[in-house]
């Protein structure tokens, strides 16, 4: 049987907006829905786990400084800067919710205003994307929580491409997935030259998309095989003895 969900209040982006008074509430409702772990027992919206997670960082910042105004500017700030890449809502997709929700109250201070910080968390990548097309941080890569490959957009958008062709050619799983693994697999022996131009880029997706699925078996073989994209993503060079590069 499903269970009657509340009256929704109006909204804004096609996300929930909620006075100063609503988003504890509304937070406490939502935790209820990606602990529960009754898959099916409710009809939710696609874009359920992504006002989760922004009801997450204004309960947390709610709780740790008892500051409303605050609480509820992060969440306009939130809708107003990120959309939502869910279609169809799984338990899974809760998880940046949840681990947000998780964050204790010295992260939280540490954390401040910076939504991207709270965004790290594990799980929010696979359901958030930045409206302004920056990339999103990948968590625990780096001191600011972005993979170096990925603070640049051109470097982004090259593996956004490797991670679009491994999963038409793989076994499809999710380009964004794949994303997120590509950079990590690709961060210890890479960089992202940010001295590329747009022709660079530009270069590189044409010749990406001038490749068949029988040229390469992972990312990481395509990259090798397109001289073009290593402009933009070249190897690091190889560490002599003396621990100098060569």
């Known amino acids: 049987m499903k269970l009657p969900l509340p009256p929704k209040p109006a909204r804004k982006h096609s996300w ?18 990606f602990l529960l772990g009754c898959p099916g027992s409710y009809e939710l919206d696609s874009d359920e786990p ?10 947390r910042n709610q709780a740790c400084s008892g500051d409303a105004d605050r609480a509820n500017a992060l969440y306009e700030r939130f809708v107003d800067e990120y959309a939502c890449a869910v279609s169809k809502p ?9 681990n ?13 205003d910076d939504l991207s910080g709270y965004l790290a968390a594990r799980g929010c990548i696979l359901i958030l994307q930045r409206k302004d097309g920056e990339p999103m941080p990948l968590e625990g890569l780096g001191p600011d929580g972005l993979n170096p490959l990925t603070r640049s957009r051109r470097c982004a958008d090259v ?16 380009p964004i997935d794949l994303y997120v693994l590509i950079a990590a697999d690709l961060e210890p022996d890479h960089r992202c030259d940010e001295g590329a131009s747009e022709a660079d880029l530009a270069s590189c997706l044409r ?7 029988v040229d390469f078996a992972i990312a990481r073989d395509l990259l090798s095989a397109t001289p073009s994209c290593q402009k933009l993503l070249p190897r690091l060079r190889a560490q002599g003895t003396s621990g100098a590069p060569q």
């Open 16 to 33: 929930l907006t909620l006075g100063r008074a609503g988003i504890v509430g509304a937070l406490a409702f939502g935790a209820g829905l």
């Open 50 to 59: 992504c006002r989760q997670a922004g009801f997450a960082i204004a309960s």
């Open 90 to 98: 799984t338990q899974a997709d809760f998880r940046c919710a949840y």
């Open 100 to 112: 947000v929700n998780a964050l204790d109250c010295q992260r939280v201070e540490t954390l401040g």
């Open 159 to 174: 593996l956004w491409r490797l991670a679009e062709f491994e999963s038409a050619c793989g076994d499809a799983e999710r």
């Open 207 to 213: 010749d990406l998309n001038g490749k068949r699925c």
